[in-house]
């Protein structure tokens, strides 16, 4: 079992304090915030910490999904369903389903404290920014749980972005790779009109006039950037490295497009 599912099953009586330790607590029924100095001491646990910010990434991922799911005043069938097929990524089952679900719920009362989650969320990360990356990619996926964009929806992202120390360009762009990772994949898999291939472009974040130096070097950084063991080594839950598998899949597949068009 992991750190992650250690906590949720009742191994460990606190963890942190703060508003993610509250929220946490609250949904695997423990009191996080008992006994939280005398944890830091004994099991170095502080600030930045890879199995601390892994409970922080873990929980601030579900809750903030739920208060997204709620922006435009409500919960559709599709972002219920998101979160759910998130859950089957990440093969969560009993304790862990139950806590994650839970932190969902909690994240579409009219009381989250999103701004309070999100600071402290970005302190127990100590700038892995490409953690912050992957929980920023998780939120953006939610928010298009249903299909579209609302306004709220992306107000919402945009205070994320604003806590975190994301500039709006750099949301922009995670966005725009987004949208063209999901065309990409609503092709066929043997369709290779140009509409493909220019998403292919996207996914990696490059023109079509880039040469293949260029296009191969976006794609070692993204590669990089998503792999999975890194992401675990910098904090990413490991029931989450599913998705990060997942993404470096999509990400291998749209350079291998670009190549074979070349």
Known sequence: MSWLGKVVGGAFGFLMGGPLGAILGASVGHQFDAGLQGMDEEEGLNPGDQHRVQMAFFTATFSVMGHIAKADG???ADEINLAKRVMDELALSGDMRKTAINL???????????DDVLD?????CHRRTHLIGMFLELQIQAAYADGSLDQAEESVLHRICEHLGISRFEYQRIKLQFQAQQRFYSHSQQQQ???????AYAVLGVDKSATDAEVKKSYRRLMSQHHP???VAKGLPEEMMTIAKE????????YEVIKESR
């Not at 009109?193 to 998403?199: C, K």
């Not at 993404?247 to 749209?254: L, N, Y």
């Open 74 to 76: 409500r919960v559709t």
């Open 193 to 199: 009109d140009s509409n493909r291939l220019d998403d």
């Open 247 to 254: 993404k470096t899949q999509k990400i291998r597949k749209a």
């Open 104 to 114: 969902f719920e909690q994240g579409k009362s009219a009381d989250f404290p999103l």
């Open 120 to 124: 402290q969320f970005r302190r127990e």
């Open 229 to 231: 063991d890194k992401l």
